[in-house]
């Protein structure tokens, strides 16, 4: 699969759970759209944009196996975070649940409007390692107070590549009467996922990291029942000139001239792992992912984050490091070893994750565990 991608050859890519990494054809659709506006402009954003952005969230809402009605495109997930928490009407002393693995820049929009709201988030510290679900889900709730009013939590994490129980979660949340709103950024093409299937409040999702869409597109679904909580990020035309069927989609998915393009290529992206066989791709990954965790653990000697199974970890992992400066190991492995790797601080650790999706393959693996042996036999 390396040649149906434009990554540098030079490179080995170890970190598509950051940006994603976009096929050649979904590129070249990307492309055929933009050539599109630039062919007939006013016919295109002044009648067949809704056209083409309801057939892209069919083909998204089967994917992902909810109501066509109940998603719109968002540029990325933060937009859709700040959306989202512009629009609730929080207030002073309410709770919002959260934990410690969540990602920094979505936990600083929720910090951002506390100061004017007046709620609380809470950021729940969850004790590693993770053993089993039960006990996840016993210790998170020790976070719930009779002021608990939302829960946001990651579907997969971005700084522990862990994946969260979220099904049982939001059952026990609904139980309770507490609002769910999930981070899945990294879910969409990397795990199976069926929205109806656990039912959310609030679902958040990028297709352009697993999914491989171009950069730019996620989306945000918002059930039904609770959708006219959420108040467009930006007033644009509405109703005058959407025909949508719902205040939720005419007031939120059309803001002004852009670029819909990434959005509309969702559906090539969705077509592209359909015709790839990729379950079997997503099993060769996970597999390997499972491997290199065990070869690293071996090198560096420290605790694994959570049970090496499929009940936690998919195709990326993370592994705390020795005490050294992470900037310098970073830079060590892009410049001598060609291997591009996040590596990062997180809880006063410092840290790695790698990531393996379609292109790679047991060389790339064997790369990075030959690297660690070689850096740290020194």
């Not at 994917?63 to 998603?71: A, G, V």
Request: net charge negative; proline share 5%; glycine share 4%.
């Amino acid at each position: 699969m390396k040649d149906q991608y434009l990554l540098n050859n030079n490179i080995i890519f170890l970190n598509h759970g950051s940006f994603g990494a976009c096929p050649k054809p979904v590129f070249n659709e990307y492309q055929q759209w933009q050539s599109l506006i630039e062919s007939q402009p006013v016919q295109y954003f002044s009648e067949d944009i809704y056209n083409y952005l309801s057939k892209s969230r069919e083909d998204l809402s089967t994917f992902i196996s909810c109501d066509l009605d109940d998603i719109i495109f968002v540029p990325n997930p933060t937009t859709a975070i700040n959306s989202i928490v512009r629009s609730l009407k929080l207030n002073s002393g309410y709770e919002i649940l959260t934990s410690n693995h969540e990602y920094g820049a979505m936990v600083r929009a929720w910090q951002w409007f506390s100061k004017d709201k007046g709620y609380n988030l809470i950021p729940f510290n969850l004790k590693l390692p993770f053993t089993t679900k039960s006990n996840f889900l016993d210790d998170f709730w020790k976070g719930v107070t009779n002021n608990t009013k939302i829960i946001f939590i990651s579907h997969i994490t971005s700084p522990t590549a862990i994946v969260f129980p979220i099904e049982e979660i939001c059952q026990r949340a609904k139980n309770e009467g507490i609002l769910t709103i999930i981070d899945g950024a990294h879910a969409p093409g990397h795990i199976d996922l069926h929205i109806s299937s656990f039912d959310p409040d609030i679902y958040i999702g990028a297709c352009h990291k697993w999914l491989s869409a171009p950069k730019g597109s996620s989306f945000m679904y918002v059930k039904k029942e609770i959708q006219n909580l959420i108040d467009p990020l930006i007033i644009s035309w509405g109703k005058e000139v959407d025909p949508s069927p719902s205040r939720f989609i005419f007031e939120n998915q059309y803001q002004g001239t852009r670029d819909f393009s990434p959005f509309l290529a969702v559906s090539s992206a969705i077509g592209f792992q359909k015709n790839n066989n990729w379950d079997i791709i997503k099993e060769r990954c996970r597999k390997l992912t499972k491997q290199t965790l065990l070869s690293l653990q071996d090198i560096l000697k420290t605790e694994l984050l959570c049970p090496v199974n499929d009940n936690w970890l998919a195709q990326m992992a993370s592994i705390q490091l020795p005490d050294i400066d992470p900037s310098k190991i970073k830079n060590t492995l892009l410049k001598n070893y060609k291997i591009e790797i996040p590596i990062f601080q997180w809880e006063n650790n410092n840290m790695l994750r790698f990531s393996f999706n379609a292109y790679n393959d047991e060389d790339d693996s064997n790369a990075l565990i030959d690297a660690f042996k070689d850096i740290f036999s020194k």
